[in-house]
């Protein structure tokens, strides 16, 4: 499978791009897609632009650790998917967008009493496997947990 990943940082922080691809390809390679093709961007922002986009698609007014857009379905303005696209479509690629917040994953870390990186590897998992169709339960958590001792 050709799995293409970009990555922007619209903070200051730094961003370890290495880090970031290769859980981003663990979840891939974990998660089983049979997908031919995997197009993703992950792109970090400040707590502003965070809150700003989690308010305009979750309705939530409060920065977030990741969201997730699969831009392989179609959403309206409140995120509420319109329509799928038929199942020989999806299962041949998947495209998709991470926007990630260093500050609350930093934040979070702390909370949990655990490193960045493992938090940042927690989150990355969690918002790919979002991407790739994975819906919360026991299997999804399971594997989150299987891809961050990788991280």
């Known amino acids: 499978m050709k799995t293409s990943i970009e990555i922007a940082n ?26 031919d093709c995997f197009d993703i961007s992950v792109v970090f922002v400040g ?8 308010r305009k698609y979750r309705k939530y007014d409060k920065s977030t650790d990741v ?7 179609g959403y309206n303005k409140n995120g509420k998917v319109l329509e799928d696209l038929p199942a020989s479509s999806r299962e041949a690629s998947r ?11 930093a934040k979070n870390a702390r909370d949990n009493k655990v490193g960045f990186s493992r938090e940042l590897a ?11 169709g994975w819906r919360h339960g026991k ?11 990788y991280g």
Do not use: P, Y
Not at 47 to 54: F, L, Q
């Open 139 to 149: 299997k999804m958590f399971d594997l989150q947990d299987e891809i961050v001792k």
């Open 47 to 54: 707590e502003a632009e965070s809150r700003k986009i989690n």
């Open 95 to 105: 495209s998709g967008e991470l926007v990630l917040c260093s500050d609350v994953i």
């Open 122 to 132: 927690f989150v990355l998992a969690h918002g790919t496997l979002h991407i790739l």
């Open 67 to 73: 969201l997730s857009f699969n831009l392989d379905s």
């Open 10 to 35: 619209l903070t200051k922080k730094r961003v370890d791009s290495d880090f970031v691809k290769k859980i981003v390809r663990k979840t891939v390679k974990l998660s089983e897609a049979s997908l």
